[in-house]
């Protein structure tokens, strides 16, 4: 029905419509109720959008959150009340269905001539309301224009959810979100469960959630699930369990599930693909937040599919439909993960000489890549590999390199100052390099940058293109993860002084998973896309360069 | 007691001295911490003063420094052991100038106006026999006791000083001197401390189970989370093995990257040693400044057969330098790193240095 295409159903439009129903008879009626019905709908959701723009614009004026808890909750009831009106949507929606050719008896000029009018009306609706919303965007202080894509995008972004732990309202409202995600017509306990913090946080991170290994998120859906397909659960459970580690493997275990989904996918009628497939992917989404939060990579990667999904036009049948995603998805991890990797191996290969030791920390694909690949090219270099507690990824790369003949040494983080004067280079992967030119990786990588800059050694950061994202942070408490604090606990001689450490009060664990580095500590960053070597502070120019490619 | 008898008995006092010192410093923590190592070594060296045979003040130190190498030699790394002889050499010495009736400024400061004037080596040789120096080595030696028991109780008392209300206070590994220094000063203050956890030994662990009983606020982190979390502490504050003649620290692995981070957020790092630790070492001797430990602290035998094809390191110590250091709190009070060289002149004789 053309009346999709509505922003604003006004009040005189509805007038003329109701007119010209009782004009033209009682079939008229039943159509003229279900446009109305679906008017009702878009004006109601243009508000929620309204009420959203100005939650966001009074949260970006930095007032209180106790603020921001009373504007959340009209988007809340406005969604609630959506939900039952959906209910019924779709049953009507079958009805113009064999309305159409009834109304096709119907003289068709009068048609046309009325479509016409409606077509006229609506744009001059539109361009009034416009103009409305213009004058409510300067009432509350800051008006967003519409930018075209290459200029500066205004940055409305909503706090996210995960480092507001401490804050009631927003915990509420995830709460609720998850029980928005359903499929409609599921009955309402089969839902994405919500994860429970476990053991006492320090007061410092308070503000995050901490998750025990110990009580995965799949021990409360039910078998089998009906709402998350087979291959999103088993992939969640291998994040939450730490089977599946590294940004660079978890995108990649990520884009093999959605390719799954997307193979068993099929059209509900009377849907197109575009918009169904985006709606069918959140709440998969937030059930593997839930697993383990988000790695930035995942979030570039899920940006991209979801453009993809929503770039296929709708007269697209849905086999053609299919491929063309898994093959875009197929596209991206070669592109971005493989091709990238062989892209930055090369520019790498030219800094490793003859006779260097290199250090390297923790276990970094694309660093295992590079001196794998730099030793098949016969270059001498001897490799140590610093390590650190409570993960010991250190190992896993120790083995990758001994295995290809590489002689290795093997320290701890705290031996760092011992084994740094005989360095000549360190290499660091990095999970995400964030806009301000600051380096997230696994947390130790700023000490070992600090202790390198003190010794004088040039620390070279590797990082694919599909990393950078468009975050700034400044220290690593405002966004981090707390990863599951009985880590920690060892034993020793017989000894385990941590054992009953949630009975004492005031003994907390802290197990960190990320830091940030800045970046007068990085000499170097090696990347793909044609870029080579590029300094730290660059990242932001790439960014935008990337965004004015697309 | 007879002759024969004594000689014995303090032979075997020796001998089990020396095999419990080759047993405890396993580098996995003391089985001792160096002030019962102290203690024992005066207690030891007060029972050679006063058993052994000797005559004259030179065959005592001659006798002491034998024992003294003998005992450095079962455990290079305790310095502590070493300290312990040289101040007993140089309370011998002072004892037998005043014997002498000469003043002891005069002998003692090696000026160089004295340098030029007097020409040749000092004539002093120790030779003279005094009836009473015995008895007078023995009551200082007493005294040093008396000095080496209240050490912690002389830094603790100076914690009220050092830590305000509502600080974030940082520390590594485990140190005695360091858990009293807090303790006393949570009695009248609440703050927050964190505890670098120390890999592979894990020594942080234990100290922050005996804070935490005390009701003080702490948490454990691991070696790697130092930096991340330097931004948000006050003060750091460390213990340590070994005050460098320098003013440097030989400290627990890892406090050089601690000592770094706190550096570049310019955070004061406080030093809590008492003064029988200072030792006339300096820095620069490769072979006998770092210990090693067994690698498979760090990559346990259970790794299997990528242990032949890697080299493994699990050195105990590290080196800071004093330009990283702030504040030495010692039981005489506190200091600038540049001030150490000052009381090694007091606490030792130059001659004594190389034992």
């Not at chain 1, 269905?97 to 609506?122: G, Y």
Request: charged fraction near 25%; hydrophobic fraction near 35%.
């Amino acid at each position: 029905m053309a009346d999709s295409g509505v922003t604003e159903g006004p009040d005189k439009k509805d007038d003329m419509q109701f007119d010209r129903a009782k004009s033209e008879g009682k079939e008229l009626t039943k159509e003229e109720k279900q446009r109305l019905r679906k008017e009702k709908k878009q004006q109601k959701k243009n508000k929620e959008k309204k009420d959203d723009k100005a939650s966001q614009e009074s949260e970006k004026e930095k007032k209180p959150l106790g603020s921001a808890a009373p504007a959340s909750q009209p988007p809340t009831q406005s969604t609630t009340q959506k939900a039952p009106s959906a209910v019924p949507a779709p049953a009507p929606v079958s009805v113009p269905a064999s309305e159409a050719p009834v109304l096709a008896d119907k003289p068709a000029k009068s048609k046309a001539e009325l479509k016409a009018e409606r077509r006229a009306r609506q744009e001059a609706e539109r361009a009034s309301k416009q103009g409305k919303k213009g004058e409510t965007g300067q009432q509350a202080a800051t008006s967003k224009p519409k930018a075209p894509p290459n200029e500066l995008q205004p940055v409305v972004k909503r706090l996210p959810e995960h480092i507001q732990v401490d804050n009631p309202d927003v915990l509420k409202k995830l709460a609720k979100k998850l029980e928005r995600q359903q499929i409609p017509g599921h009955i309402a306990d089969k839902q994405i469960p919500l994860r429970m913090d476990y053991g006492y946080k320090v007061s410092l991170f308070s503000h995050l959630h901490q998750y025990s290994r110990k009580a995965p998120l799949t021990q409360q859906v039910s078998i089998p699930s009906t709402v998350i397909h087979p291959a999103v659960v088993r992939l969640g459970l291998q994040y939450s369990q730490g089977i599946v580690t590294g940004s660079n493997a978890r995108s990649v275990a990520l884009l093999h599930a959605f390719k799954q989904v997307i193979r068993d996918y099929t059209t509900p009628p009377n849907e197109e693909l575009s918009r169904d497939l985006v709606n069918k992917l959140k709440p998969y989404i937030s059930f593997l937040n839930q697993c383990r939060p988000l790695s930035a990579s995942m979030g570039n990667a899920i940006k991209y599919i979801k453009k993809e999904i929503s770039n296929i036009p709708s007269q697209c049948k849905e086999e053609e439909a299919k491929s063309k995603l898994l093959n875009c998805i197929e596209c991206y991890i070669n592109e971005k993960i493989i091709l990238a990797a062989k892209a930055i191996a090369k520019s790498a290969i030219e800094k490793i000489s003859d006779g260097d030791v290199i250090l390297i920390y923790g276990c970094s694909s694309l660093v295992n890549h590079i001196l794998c690949e730099a030793f098949e090219k016969s270059r001498k270099f001897r490799v140590i590999v610093v390590d650190s507690r409570p993960r010991l990824e250190g190992r896993e790369a120790l083995r990758r390199l001994v295995q290809k003949g590489i002689s290795c040494t093997y320290v701890l983080i705290s031996a760092v100052s011992y084994v740094l004067p005989e360095v000549s280079k360190v290499f660091l992967g990095a999970h995400a390099l964030l806009a301000n030119g600051y380096v997230m990786s696994r947390v130790g990588t700023s000490q070992i940058a600090l202790v390198a800059k003190a010794f004088n050694v040039p620390v070279l950061v590797c990082c694919e293109t599909y990393k950078f994202c468009e975050r700034v942070q400044t220290d690593s408490f405002v966004s981090n993860e707390l990863d599951d604090p009985d880590d920690l606990i060892v034993t020793r001689k017989g000894k385990t002084h941590l054992k009953d450490w949630q009975e004492v009060p005031s003994l907390g664990l802290l197990n960190l998973v990320y830091d940030v580095t800045p970046p007068d500590f990085v000499d170097l960053v090696i990347t793909d896309l044609g870029l080579g070597m590029i300094p730290c502070t660059s990242v932001p120019v790439v960014l935008r360069v990337k965004n004015v490619d697309q | 007691m007879p002759g024969p008898y004594k000689e014995t008995d303090l032979t075997e006092r020796v001998e089990a001295f020396l095999s419990d010192l080759k047993r405890g410093g396993s580098g996995t923590g003391p089985l001792r911490g160096s002030a019962e190592t102290a203690r024992e070594t005066t207690a030891l060296l007060r029972r050679i003063t006063a058993q052994a045979r000797w005559s004259s003040a030179g065959d005592l130190m001659e006798i002491i420094r034998k024992e003294g190498r003998r005992m450095i030699a079962a455990q290079p790394s305790e310095t502590t052991v070493g300290n312990m002889v040289r101040r007993v050499l140089k309370i011998i010495r002072e004892e037998y100038a005043r014997s002498r009736g000469s003043s002891e400024e005069a002998d003692q400061q090696e000026s160089l106006h004295k340098l030029l004037t007097s020409g040749g080596l000092s004539e002093e040789n120790f030779r003279q026999h005094f009836v009473s120096l015995k008895a007078n080595v023995i009551e200082v030696i007493n005294e040093l006791l008396t000095e080496l028991e209240g050490t912690t109780d002389n830094i603790s008392m100076q914690a009220l000083e050092h830590i305000h209300s509502n600080e974030v206070i940082m520390t590594i590994g485990r140190s005695r001197t360091v858990e009293a220094f807090l303790k006393d000063a949570a009695r009248k203050r609440k703050f927050h401390v964190i505890v670098a956890e120390c890999a592979p030994f894990c020594q942080g662990h234990e100290m922050a189970t005996s804070l935490s009983k005390d009701g003080i606020e702490t948490t454990v982190i691991t070696d790697a989370a130092i930096f991340a979390v330097m931004s948000r502490v006050n003060k750091v504050i460390i213990g340590t093995q070994t005050v460098l003649a320098n003013g440097g620290l030989r400290a627990v692995n890892g406090t050089h990257t601690l000592a770094l981070a706190a550096k570049h957020h310019s955070t004061p790092l406080i030093v809590c040693a008492p003064m029988f630790k200072l030792s006339p070492q300096f820095p620069n001797e490769e072979d006998t400044f770092h210990k090693f430990v067994s690698p498979h602290e760090v990559l346990p035998f259970t790794e299997g057969e990528i242990l032949s094809k890697v080299n493994a390191h699990c050195p105990v110590f590290d080196y800071v330098p004093p330009e990283l250091i702030t504040l030495f709190i010692s039981n005489i009070g506190g200091h600038a790193p540049s001030y150490i060289y000052r009381l090694m002149s007091e606490l030792y004789h130059p001659e004594d240095h190389e034992l």
